[in-house]
């Protein structure tokens, strides 16, 4: 079970530019709700990609995975409030709104830009420092296309094969995401 926060933050009030967020989305849920004999597969999508509603959707229910789709810097996460206004979220808040909820999530993904690879390093070291048990997080800026073929991927290689750990499915994921882009460049139509 995938619970995606997907930051959409107005674009009058954010210096970001939009995110593709419907196609990373529809890939993940491809991904997902696509995958052979893996019916109980499952992915809720919040309206609002915030703290509050993160929490609140773990204290209603308990879920594999966290994704976090939004712009990041080093140290943070932009998410939004309910009026659409961008949120610096630090690890040790996000953490903060996990523990609150009353229920661990065994991984957390952070699809989002570092701006370099020490921030997204800060960043999933703040989580795993704050108490997060595994993290997958870029560590350099990437394109919506790449974020997007790499969400499909890693999340069919996880519902495809469950027993896989995260960090095995991850390189899978970045492999296969690789030839995508291969072939693309090559003129084929990736698989």
């Given at each position: 079970k995938v619970l995606a926060a997907v930051a959409?933050?107005?674009?009058?009030?954010?210096?970001?530019?939009?995110?593709?967020?419907?196609?990373?989305m529809a890939a993940v849920l491809d991904a997902v709700t696509g995958a052979a004999g893996h019916r109980d597969a499952q992915v809720r999508i919040l309206e609002v990609a915030s703290l509050?509603?993160?929490?609140?959707a773990l204290e209603r229910d308990a879920y594999h995975v966290l994704h976090l789709s939004a712009?990041?810097?080093?140290?943070?996460?932009?998410?939004?409030?309910?009026d659409g206004a961008p949120v610096l979220v630090t690890p040790g808040a996000l953490m903060q709104a996990l523990r609150h909820a009353g229920r661990a999530v065994p991984l957390i993904v952070l699809s989002s830009c570092s701006g370099g690879s020490s921030g997204a390093e800060a960043m999933a070291a703040g989580l795993v420092a704050q108490g997060a048990d595994r993290v997958i997080a870029m560590l350099a800026p990437?394109?919506?296309?790449?974020?997007?073929?790499?969400?499909?991927?890693?999340?069919?290689?996880?519902?495809?094969?469950?027993?896989?750990?995260?960090?095995?499915?991850l390189a899978r994921a970045r492999y296969l995401a690789e030839e995508d882009r291969s072939?693309?460049?090559?003129?084929?139509?990736?698989?």
């Open positions: 959409a933050p107005d674009e009058t009030k954010t210096a970001n530019v939009p995110l593709d967020v419907e196609a990373e509050p509603a993160i929490r609140q712009h990041g810097s080093p140290d943070a996460v932009e998410l939004e409030d309910e990437v394109t919506d296309d790449y974020a997007t073929t790499l969400a499909r991927r890693l999340y069919r290689e996880l519902a495809d094969h469950p027993a896989l750990t995260a960090g095995l499915a072939r693309a460049a090559a003129g084929k139509a990736p698989v």
